[in-house]
């Protein structure tokens, strides 16, 4: 599991460790694992060109200790001080004192094999100032390490508000940050290492499962189990004129876990010929028969709110997605008011923008996807649901305000359908009896990593594609090979 903290937290845990530590041995360790990565970075440290973009907080006091250290060791280390005045002076002298120098030539980020960015760090709010914006669009020869965060990019939030510099590497202190794991910030901070310096940390807000957490969290039927002690997943999708939704979301729930799909809508015909499994109806929620759970809304058109209506007045989990989740932001959170059950909301970018609208709160998609964790949260809140945000990073937040993010996916995902099949596996997962943050989160992972393997060297996919992937990528996270164990 990563762990990601806030910057409030990690001050507070910087701040009682520093109590107990001689002075300057904090900044010291983060140094000595920043300078370690940048060691392993170059081709050779004795002779490169290293260069510091030194801000004037501690942030530039670990980019100026690393470069040091650097220096000692033959690199040809050189420090831009975008305020002199504030430089930090232990750093500087450091650096001067094992033959590095000062430097006032901006063209030296263009020369340098490597460039150590100490602008900001976790302190810094908003775009790049204006002394350091333009080194944002400067070509560069060689690497751009960020220091705990890449200056320009919110830590806590991955919202980027203006300029910001890109890192091929980031270096972060302790634990990660938010704004590493959470796009658009995510996509400028490159390949991360952590540095541990010895934080004792609360829990962490933001959370993102790695291979072994979602392999722990996957149902595996018992030797007792049939296919309906693994549970029954209902779906109530698709409609003459958008059939293959229903073929679509069946076909995800069918890989999910559950024993058994239960489909109820206008698309009868079609499901059980692709799926001759399936069991099916046309009489809606309320008459379908037993369930442990319902995924409602891909492709529903017409037949959207009362579908939405029946599901919700079942005492099992109801995932709604597309056309139910327009209705959704049309009746607004009213229509949750005072349900047992859980909710979970699946809605990419416009969606969520529409379910914002429902909660008195203006924002358009672009608005959203700039700032998933904060869309996520304050949908989850306001219509008590859990929420999975899709997107290039897929956000889910619990409405108690914990968020875990997920990062497996790929461009090709961008197809249409794949949200259905998405819908489908999470709604199946919560039928298994799995908690919404736990199902959406582990659906998340998988659909990801389903069209990894559809997409194979880079080709396009369809959602059938994906679908048809899944067991591969459940196979994968149960260690048994990239064949699912065949």
């Not at 975008?82 to 001067?96: Q, V």
């Not at 796009?183 to 010895?198: K, M, S």
């Not at 700039?370 to 945000?389: F, H, K, P």
Request: hydrophobic share 50%.
């Amino acid at each position: 599991m990563r762990h990601a903290h806030t910057v409030e937290q990690v001050r507070a845990a910087e701040a009682a460790l520093m109590a107990r530590l001689p002075e300057g041995v904090l900044m010291q360790r983060a140094a000595a694992g920043l300078a370690a990565v940048c060691a392993g970075l170059l081709p050779r440290v004795y002779g490169s060109r290293v260069l510091v973009l030194a801000g004037s907080g501690d942030n530039g006091g670990d980019a100026l200790f690393a470069a040091a250290r650097l220096a000692r060791r033959g690199a040809r280390a050189e420090a831009l001080l975008l305020d002199p005045a504030k430089a930090h002076a232990a750093g500087l002298a450091a650096l001067l004192a094992a033959g590095g120098r000062v430097t006032a030539d901006p063209d030296a980020f263009g020369r340098a094999d490597l460039v150590l960015d100490g602008i900001v760090g976790i302190g810094g709010r908003g775009p790049l100032r204006p002394a350091a914006a333009p080194f944002a669009a400067m070509a560069r020869r060689g690497r751009v390490v960020a220091v705990d965060v890449p200056s320009g990019v919110d830590p806590d939030t991955g919202e980027v508000a203006g300029a910001a510099l890109r890192a091929d590497v980031t270096v972060c202190f302790g634990t990660h940050k938010p704004g590493l794991l959470i796009d658009p910030g995510a996509g400028y901070a490159g390949v991360v290492h952590l540095v541990g310096i010895g934080l004792d940390l609360p829990p962490a807000p933001v959370e993102a499962l790695q291979r072994a957490d979602v392999a722990a969290l996957l149902p595996v039927p018992g030797a007792e189990s049939d296919k309906y002690r693994r549970g029954v997943v209902g779906v109530a999708a698709g409609s003459a004129r958008y059939p293959g939704a229903a073929v679509l979301a069946v076909a995800g729930a069918l890989h999910g876990g559950a024993g058994a799909v239960r489909y109820t809508g206008h698309a009868a015909a079609e499901v059980v010929r692709r799926h001759p499994e399936t069991l099916v109806t046309e009489d809606g929620p309320a008459r379908a028969g037993r369930v442990q759970a319902w995924v409602v809304g891909p492709g529903g058109g017409a037949d959207a709110e009362r579908t939405l209506r029946e599901a919700l007045d079942t005492g099992v989990p109801v995932l709604a997605d597309a056309d139910a989740l327009t209705e959704l932001a049309r009746l607004g959170p009213s229509a949750l008011a005072g349900r047992d059950a859980p909710v979970l909301l699946t809605p990419h970018a416009g969606e969520a923008a529409r379910l914002l609208a429902g909660l008195g709160e203006s924002a358009d998609a672009e608005e959203v996807a700039a700032r998933r964790l904060w869309a996520a949260r304050l949908l989850a809140a306001g219509y008590g649901a859990t929420v999975l945000l899709k997107g290039s990073t897929t956000v889910v937040a619990a409405p108690d305000g914990r968020a875990r993010v997920n990062a497996t996916g790929t461009g090709w995902l961008g197809t249409a359908g794949s949200g259905d099949v998405l819908s489908g596996l999470a709604g199946s997962l919560l039928a298994t009896g799995l908690a919404p943050l736990d199902a959406a989160s582990v659906a998340a992972h998988l659909h990801g990593l389903a069209g990894r393997h559809a997409a194979g060297d880079g080709a396009p996919i369809t959602a059938l594609d994906l679908a048809g992937t899944l067991h591969r990528a459940w196979g994968t996270i149960q260690g048994l090979g990239e064949n699912g164990g065949k």
